[in-house]
């Protein structure tokens, strides 16, 4: 009879214990022991993170063609089959300044965004957009190096020499957009109000193609290094990059300080056999501060403990490292990916 009490006990406690956890309103890891299944020969099967709900949240990225879709739909479908009950959908957009956009008005809780966007929006001054208190930062991920592209047809040697010729700037508002403003003015030109360069609103896509066909004489392409767009385009041998160097890239830097100095390696592309000082900024990983503290933990804890994982989706993300791990970020760090940070030591 005391063996059957105690058996009854034990059943109700552990009801007790599983109705709690479920009427939480508050996301709970459950322990490995929980979220391992037993494996068909007995053994235990490798944990995971768990969530104690299912979350599903959309990613913002950029366009199609981009290295900066591609690392979103990599990392978004990694952390999907790392993390129990989390969906993440990467989906296309116009870039950082759309994704702030979708951000705010709630369309998106993730996105991939440029540190000087962040920046901008985290301080009120990208236009046309009120100052976007909700933007957090997760990590910094790559940099987005600056290939200056010019055709050697073009004759075109130096930037003093870009007056008038005919160029792609990205997408309308996008964060080339952004790139090509700041850049072409530290070097005298306007293309939005004087009009002294001709500005081409075109994609990464877009652009290549439209330099192929000779319809345009320069192009800004922000990318991951190699950026596979300049790799097509280096095997031509009709190409140029523009260096961004000495004292114009210190005076840009000065101006623009969510920028960073790089140096493209020599090698990277056909046909340059020198180094390429240039700047870029830091492509980085951000949420909406509505996204729960303990879902942002766990994110950011499996992006560093699953780290080779990660740096398989591209060849730019081996760049990331404890040291850079928010280098540049632009925005105030999530709650939760601050918690990771000053668990590890990096804050």
Not at 262 to 269: K, M
Not at 278 to 283: A, P, S
Request: glycine share 10%.
């Amino acid at each position: 009879m005391k063996k059957n009490k105690k058996s009854l006990l034990a059943l109700l406690l552990a009801g007790a214990a599983i109705l709690s956890v479920g009427c939480s309103n508050t996301p709970q890891l459950i322990s490995s022991s929980e979220a391992a299944a037993p494996s068909s020969d007995g053994a235990p099967a490798q944990s995971q993170p768990a969530l104690s709900q299912s979350y599903s949240f959309t990613v913002g990225t950029s366009s199609s063609g981009g290295s900066v879709y591609a690392v979103g739909a990599g990392l978004s479908q990694m952390l999907t089959e790392k993390i129990s009950g989390l969906n993440m959908r990467a989906i296309a957009t116009g870039g950082a300044v759309d994704n702030v956009g979708l951000m705010s008005r709630g369309e998106v809780q993730l996105s991939l965004n440029a540190s000087n966007t962040n920046y901008l929006a985290c301080n009120g001054q990208l236009e046309g957009m009120d100052k976007q208190e909700n933007l957090r930062g997760i990590v910094s991920l790559y940099p987005s190096v600056f290939h200056f592209i010019v055709g050697k047809e073009s004759g075109i040697t130096g930037f003093d020499q870009l007056g008038g010729r005919k160029g792609a700037v990205g997408a309308p508002a996008s964060a080339t957009d952004l790139y090509c403003t700041d850049v072409l003015s530290y070097f005298g030109y306007d293309y939005h109000d004087r009009k002294d360069v001709e500005a081409v609103y075109a994609n990464t896509s877009d652009a290549t193609d439209q330099f192929k066909d000779g319809h345009i004489d320069w192009a800004l392409f922000p990318l991951g290094v190699p950026g596979s767009a300049v790799l097509d385009l280096s095997m031509s041998g009709k190409i140029d990059i523009l260096p961004i160097e000495g004292e114009d890239r210190d005076g840009l830097l000065k101006q623009f300080p969510y920028y960073i100095p790089y140096t493209i390696p020599a090698g990277t592309y056909t046909g340059f056999d020198s180094d390429i000082d240039t700047v870029g900024c830091v492509i980085t990983l951000v949420a909406d501060e509505s996204v729960d503290e303990e879902v942002v933990y766990q994110i950011t804890k499996t992006i560093w403990e699953n780290l080779d994982s990660v740096q398989t989706i591209a060849n730019s993300l081996t760049w990331m490292s404890k040291e850079n791990a928010v280098a540049g970020i632009g925005a105030p760090l999530h709650p939760g990916a601050e918690r990771y940070y000053k668990e590890i030591g990096v804050l």
